[in-house]
């Protein structure tokens, strides 16, 4: 992880002030591994104390183990971002053990191939119930909290495939990730007399294990090198993005979807 691993600074260094996310915290779910692991590391960082939400246990420790390393404040919680009253408890635990809820990154999600015919019914089931009803169940919980408050920024995670193009042998997640960008700018309207920015990532073809569990080496080289930039995203480079969604830097910024893709939608 590099640099991103540097924990929060002392306090009496006199550069406290340059944390973005301080006395912040966020629930990161998918936090496991990959995109959502980076996100939560960079985001503790930067200050925050963050809720590491994953249905792995050994993955969401091992988050919370390198945050701690590095002087930061986090949490483990079992979630499957699927299951309504799971939901639910997880976004509580965050408010009583971490003591607020000010970010929620909705980064849970799965991938899997077939065209329409090749889709069997549970698989399409599973899908549209991880990617699109999980950032829904997740969102309207941290909702609840954030609308009493005043405040809060909620990003989801779609794709560049499902938001800007389709991609072949992919129906059910390009459906999930479609549903979750138009359901980000659903939420953004209707929230955001309330002070609360809803915003979503598009990543391109990111170094993930979810990626390289669906791809062989050769197919992502090769799928890299059609990109303008020639290769696949790293997951620290869509945490900065993140992070800027999630602090004031974005005060100004809702219903946004940002493609953080290397190129690939410019030339679609």
């Not at 391109?204 to 090769?222: F, N, S």
Request: glycine letters at 10%; proline letters at 4%.
């Amino acid at each position: 992880m590099g640099n991103i691993l540097n924990g929060p600074l002392p306090p009496g260094t006199g550069q406290e002030h340059s944390m973005r996310l301080p006395s912040q915290v966020a629930l990161v779910t998918g936090a496991a591994s990959g995109i959502s692991r980076a996100v939560a590391i960079r985001f503790a960082k930067e200050g925050a104390a963050v809720m590491v939400a994953d249905a792995s246990e050994s993955g969401g420790a091992e988050t919370v183990e390198l945050i701690r390393a590095n002087g930061g404040t986090a949490r483990y919680a079992r979630l499957d971002v699927s299951l309504p009253e799971d939901v639910k408890q997880v976004v509580q635990s965050a408010i009583q053990e971490l003591g607020d809820l000010h970010i929620l990154f909705n980064g849970a999600g799965i991938l899997a191939y077939g065209t329409a015919l090749e889709t069997t019914e549970d698989a399409w089931n599973r899908m549209i119930a991880v990617n699109l009803t999980g950032t829904f169940l997740c969102s309207r919980a941290a909702l609840s909290h954030m609308v009493l408050k005043g405040r809060g920024a909620i990003i989801n995670v779609a794709s560049t495939t499902g938001s800007h193009d389709a991609c072949a042998h992919a129906a059910a997640y390009v459906s999930s990730k479609g549903g979750v960008t138009l359901l980000t700018r659903s939420m953004a309207i209707d929230y955001a007399k309330q002070g609360i920015r809803v915003n979503v990532i598009c990543p391109g073809p990111t170094d993930t294990p979810m990626l390289r569990k669906a791809l062989t080496p050769q197919e992502l080289d090769e799928f890299a090198k059609t990109f303008p930039m020639c290769r696949l995203g790293r997951p620290e480079e869509i945490a900065a993005a993140a992070l800027f969604l999630a602090s004031e830097d974005a005060s100004f910024v809702t219903g946004a979807v940002l493609h953080v893709d290397g190129g690939q939608t410019a030339q679609v």
